[in-house]
């Protein structure tokens, strides 16, 4: 079973940086699909950015383009989102998703196409 934990969340001002974490201590994430999504207060979750673990190719979400960036750590089996410029729109509870396959392009920005899901971490982007 895929446990999937996330951590790196807080409170900044915007501008600010955070850096978020997702790891499953017990299993390599070889020929998986990491995504990233986020879901804010009376929100529909929505996708962030996806990464495919063999290869490292990365899809983003229009609205964090240029300003976040995923990125795998093989050795430490961990996916990053690293989060500059953020901005208030960008509060919500981030959830790392998994999928054993290497997901077709169509596919890594719908959640459905994930099966295994982290808890989630709240960010907070407020002066």
């Known amino acids: 079973q895929v446990q999937l934990v996330e951590s790196g969340g807080g409170m900044v001002p915007p501008g600010g940086s955070l850096r978020l974490s997702c790891v499953d201590s017990?299993?390599?994430?070889?020929?998986?699909?990491m995504g990233w999504f986020r879901q804010a207060p009376g929100k529909a979750r929505e996708f962030v950015a996806a990464i495919r673990w063999s290869g490292g190719s990365t899809h983003y979400a229009d609205s964090v383009k240029g300003r976040f960036t995923i990125s795998r750590d093989s050795a430490k089996n961990t996916v990053y989102l690293q989060m500059n410029a953020l901005k208030p729109e960008d509060t919500a509870v981030y959830y790392c998703?998994?999928?054993?396959?290497?997901?077709?392009?169509?596919?890594?920005?719908?959640?459905?196409?994930?099966?295994?899901w982290g808890q989630g971490t709240q960010v907070t982007v407020s002066s």
């Open positions: 998703a998994a999928d054993k396959t290497r997901l077709i392009v169509s596919n890594l920005r719908n959640e459905e196409a994930y099966d295994y």
């Open positions: 017990a299993r390599t994430f070889s020929g998986y699909t």
